[in-house]
């Protein structure tokens, strides 16, 4: 195999396995915070202003890192720069 | 398949080139400015008000009532930096009901631009409230061990505030291209309803953010009360 065949299989895997693990972490996280939300949600209605605001802001919090998965995914999928390399490499030859 | 609008290149002379985010920011900042000056030029105070002096108070009363249960006592100082933030990003989301148009907060250079106003803005406001000393301590609080530690979640925060923005803008975008080609029709309307929701919070999440880093830097420490005389 050369080294550009070599890139684009391990930027290919390398990306479903990024994303894929990416997801479960926030997943399990975010099933969390929403659950306990709920629960003190019933629990305090009058508070509900107050709970939702810092759900919503600890969510994102949480949604961030599998959001830094994701683009690096996509920044090997798309914008891979070892790739370009190799291809610039290649055309000057 | 494109990562972000600063692939559509209109007009290009040399090293200047004139990209979609550049001319959809432009766009956006022409509409907010101009719908601001023409809603605001004739306010009045009486019962009878214009329907767009209404939708504009409720605007920035909301803004104002967020800002101060974050803790910053005095909204109206910080309230032209933060309105502007979330009114940006949240017109820059809402843009996208209009067909063609590309959100210019899908590009990294846009979302890095607002982080960095944030990074700059929270010393400057910390300065102004405790003096530069006082800010200055604020670094080795609670030992000097945590300077390091400081300064590296100063940095962290800011590549956060840009890459979350960036990521939740690029990833809307991309998966109704994505499922355009797979199931054309009613699919990606519901995403594209989604990721309004999501833009918006995106948008309130981005000025709620930077309100609180504010308000961490702008909070005076006040000397402990002694509990008991001196022995």
Redesign the interface.
Known sequence: MDSLTIIAVASIVTAGITTSFGAIGPALGEGKAVSSALSSLAQQPDASATITRTLFVGLAMIESTAIYCFVVSMILLFANPFWNHVIAQAAGK | ?R?SPDEIIFWQYGFFKLNATIVVTWGLMFVLAVGSELITRKLSTGLRRSRWQNFLEIIVTAIEK?IE?VGLSHPEKYLPFLGTLFLFVAAASLGTVIPGYEPPTGSLSTTTALALCVFVAVPLFGVEEQGVGGYLKSYAQPTAIMLPFNIISEISRTL?LA??L???M??GA?IIGILLTITPFIFPIAMTALGLLTGM??A??FS??AA?YIAAATRVRRPKPEPDAKH
Do not use: T
Request: no cysteine.
């Open positions: 398949m990562l967020q249960e956060a890459i979350r960036f990521g939740n690029m990833s991309m919070v995106q309130y999440i709620i953010l609180v």
